[in-house]
């Protein structure tokens, strides 16, 4: 079966530093990989996905960046971190092409202080 | 601009009862829909979905209904359960896009 990891679970960094988060999927290939963000008393919104490695579509304009090194994994950064990218971060995958549902790993509360 | 809209941001039901959690959406171009559950400090689970050229989707407890001619989806919840105390998140997708926009999500507290 499939499963996503992702990690840390929670965070707190002070604004200017630097961030990595990391998520890998398991049991699947070629998936279709993303992060959204939650932000506190909002929905989920759209920050990043990827088809393939190397491919990043990018939703909204920030500080924020991805990279897709390898088929399952997907890591989201920011060089230096804004009061306003504190939020609740959620890795997801699905299978290739339209139509499929997300499935989400359980998130990464970051809070920049 | 947002797309998908849940404007319920909190719903209170009665153990036993049903609830319904709505749902709209103004790109005429999407063609599926779906539904998720989140506990806090855990990621969304998908509960259920609907393509566009049905217009009724049941799994057990739940039921989502999609009206075209309104944009509107809804999903209900039937008896409801304490366990169904969750935030609800409606989301949506365009044929051939490899995206889901979602609504803002609806509190749904389950009363015993």
């Known amino acids: 079966s499939q499963t996503i990891h992702q990690w840390p679970a929670t965070l707190v960094q002070p604004v200017g530093s630097p961030l990595s988060l990391e998520c890998t999927v398991e049991?699947?290939?070629?998936?279709?990989l993303y992060w959204y963000r939650q932000a506190a008393g909002r929905g989920l919104q759209l920050l990043f996905y990827s088809v393939g490695i190397g491919q990043i579509s990018s939703e909204v304009p920030q500080n924020l960046s991805a990279s897709r090194p390898q088929d399952r994994q997907f890591i989201l950064s920011s060089k230096k971190l804004l009061l306003s990218d504190s939020g609740f971060y959620l890795c997801?995958?699905?299978?290739?092409?339209?139509?499929?549902?997300?499935?989400f790993g359980n998130g990464t509360r970051l809070t920049v202080t | 601009d947002q797309q998908v809209k849940q404007n319920s941001p909190s719903l209170s039901v009665q153990e036993g009862r049903i609830s319904i959690l709505n749902c709209d959406y103004t790109n005429s171009m999407f063609d599926y829909f779906l539904w998720y559950k989140k506990y806090p400090a855990e990621g969304p689970t998908f509960l259920i979905s609907?393509?566009?050229?049905?217009d009724k989707n049941e799994d057990g407890r739940f039921t989502v209904f999609l009206n075209k001619s309104a944009k509107h989806l809804s999903l209900h919840i039937v008896p409801s359960q304490p366990g169904d105390s969750a935030v609800y998140f409606c989301a949506a997708s365009v044929e051939g896009a490899q995206k889901l926009v979602f609504g803002q999500g609806t509190r749904l507290t389950i009363n015993p």
């Open positions: 997801a995958w699905s299978v290739r092409g339209s139509g499929s549902p997300l499935h």
């Open positions: 049991g699947t290939s070629n998936p279709n």
């Open positions: 609907i393509s566009s050229i049905k």
